[in-house]
């Protein structure tokens, strides 16, 4: 669609017809090396994309305590609670050695769950 004006006419243009509606913006929160803590829920509200880590399964839950970890159950809380769009869990313990039970885990609460790998490219 074109507008044809003279350059001196006064005519008031709709901003609509000039200008188009900019993107949605897009949101990110980064939450690693650390234990459960549902008072940043608040602060990552809403937010598209959420990397939590999940250092341990449930199973583990005493040993992610001790040493200020998360499981993967607890970072699907978290994105539940805080209703994120999707959910990267990461920084996996190395006592397991099948990373799939993690994203198992959390997708009974969080259905949006991707596994951190290195080199993977996340789009959102």
Known sequence: MFLELEVNSNEIIQNSLLTLDPEASLS???CSDTSY?????DIIQDTNL???????????EDLAKKTRHSTAKQA???????SVKKLI???YSSRYKDISLFKKEAEEIFKDVILAEAGKVISI
Do not use: Q
């Open 50 to 60: 959420l990397y939590h880590e999940a250092t341990f399964l449930s199973d583990k």
């Open 37 to 41: 803590k549902p008072d940043i829920i």
């Open 89 to 91: 869990i990461g920084h």
């Open 76 to 82: 699907a809380l978290i994105a539940k609670n805080a």
């Open 28 to 30: 990110y929160a980064f």
